[in-house]
């Protein structure tokens, strides 16, 4: 049972413009929403969160955008560099362990 | 203390051979996680700790597989009888419930395991 899903395996953008990498959870009790980057052989890194209590969070290049009614959240990076090229994971929780998505695999073209 | 150390990286076992690894947490982290990653796959929970209390253990952690974490410190995990269907990344990660629940999660670099 796949509690937090990001349907789309991989995403290709050309620099500059915007990466929008989406994610969609069923638990309802989720209540903090985060997103980590990875890259091969590497732990994930930390990138940016949200609480249930907002509907964006933004920073630098990166926003965060939670819809609560329809269980999903969005990460925009704008504008798309190469060195973004990594697999994003969605992580949903609450007071206790993190639930992660299957990841995206972006790649940003020069 | 500059994050999350798991040691070793890399480790190559023969089928039904025990392991362990260690993880250091960031020092002021009371929390401590094991996840595994398999090719494809998110990261898995595994089991967590508040302090040195164990408080909840995956399904996936079958009767080989025993977490500990003395004094609240270091963890270490051990694989009993190792089998190829172990092999992934093993991930450790830390966070601190001291300003509320809902921290970020640091991770470490990994541990590899391949089982031949």
């Known amino acids: 049972d796949q509690q937090v899903k990001q349907n789309s395996p991989s995403l290709s953008v050309q620099e500059g413009r915007i990466s929008i990498l989406n994610c969609d959870y069923t638990n309802s009790m989720f209540d903090y929403f985060l997103w980590y980057k990875k890259y091969p052989a590497e732990g994930p890194t930390f990138l940016i969160s949200?609480?249930?209590?907002?509907d964006k969070n933004e920073d630098g290049r990166f926003t965060v955008f939670l819809n609560k009614s329809a269980k999903h959240l969005s990460l925009h990076i704008v504008p798309s560099q190469p060195g973004d090229s990594a697999v994003y994971f969605c992580a949903a929780g609450g007071s206790e362990k993190l639930v992660f998505g299957k990841g995206t695999k972006l790649t940003v073209n020069p | 203390d500059t994050g999350v150390s798991q040691n070793p990286r890399h480790k190559i076992t023969k089928r039904g051979q025990n392991v362990t690894f260690r993880c250091d947490p960031i020092?002021?982290?009371?929390?401590l996680y094991w996840y595994r990653q398999t090719l494809g796959q998110g990261p898995e929970f595994l089991t967590y700790f508040q302090n040195e209390a164990q408080l909840e253990k995956s399904r996936l952690l079958s009767d080989r597989f025993s977490a500990e974490r003395p004094k609240g410190s270091f963890s270490t995990l051990e694989i009993q009888r190792t089998e190829q269907g172990d092999s992934a990344m093993y991930l450790c990660?830390?966070?601190?419930?001291?300003?509320?629940?809902?921290?970020?999660?640091?991770f470490g670099q990994g541990t590899r395991l391949t089982v031949v």
């Open positions: 949200i609480s249930s209590i907002k």
């Open positions: 990660a830390s966070s601190s419930t001291r300003t509320g629940w809902n921290t970020e999660a640091f």
């Open positions: 020092s002021e982290h009371n929390r």
